[in-house]
């Protein structure tokens, strides 16, 4: 917003989307165990989802 922009705000941009669509292309990433995370929210400061885990396998 402005004159003043960061140069290489565009270069980042683009490769945030490269690694991303990378991983997302490698791994598939699914639940760990039948334990479906609750959508209840941790209220400590700043609100957050509750802690999951998730599992990464990767794609052949």
């Known amino acids: 917003l402005g004159k003043r922009q960061c ?5 980042a941009r ?5 690694f991303l669509a990378n991983f997302f292309n ?3 990433i699914a639940m760990d ?5 609750t959508t209840r929210k941790t ?10 885990r998730v599992v990464l396998k990767e794609r052949h």
């Open 43 to 52: 209220f400590s400061g700043i609100v957050r989802a509750q802690d999951f």
């Open 33 to 37: 165990g039948d334990r479906i995370p």
């Open 14 to 18: 683009m490769e945030l989307f490269l």
């Open 7 to 11: 140069l290489g705000e565009g270069i």
């Open 26 to 28: 490698t791994f598939e």
